[in-house]
């Protein structure tokens, strides 16, 4: 399943438009299988995000794609903390096919 992490930017982006503060999200999958969770952000992003839209930390477990300012609307609620420890530790404990911890 898509999760949403919200956070702030640490510091100006200039070739981004991306100011120190502003709110940014990652988008990542909870799902088990890397290349499954590929293919989630890839549809995800033909559906919703920007085009050429380009998956960070790509082909590994804590792959996320990076939106701020309008593309935001297209974010959901956030992650639950479980959800969200598990792709910050890349742990496969509680990642699940389901989508659910």
Not at 37 to 45: F, G, I, V
Not at 69 to 89: F, I, K, S, T, V
Request: charged fraction near 25%.
């Amino acid at each position: 399943m898509i999760q949403f992490h919200y956070h702030k930017a640490q510091h100006d982006v200039p070739r981004l438009g991306i100011v120190k503060g502003a709110l940014l999200c990652h988008i990542f999958s909870d799902l088990a299988d890397v290349a499954d969770a590929t293919r989630e952000l890839q549809r995800w992003a033909a559906g919703f995000g920007p085009i050429d839209v380009r998956i960070q930390r790509y082909g590994t477990r804590r792959q996320h794609i990076d939106l701020w300012g309008p593309w935001l609307a297209a974010c959901g609620p956030p992650a639950d903390r479980p959800a969200l420890r598990a792709w910050l530790r890349g742990s496969k404990r509680w990642l699940t096919n389901a989508g659910r911890p």
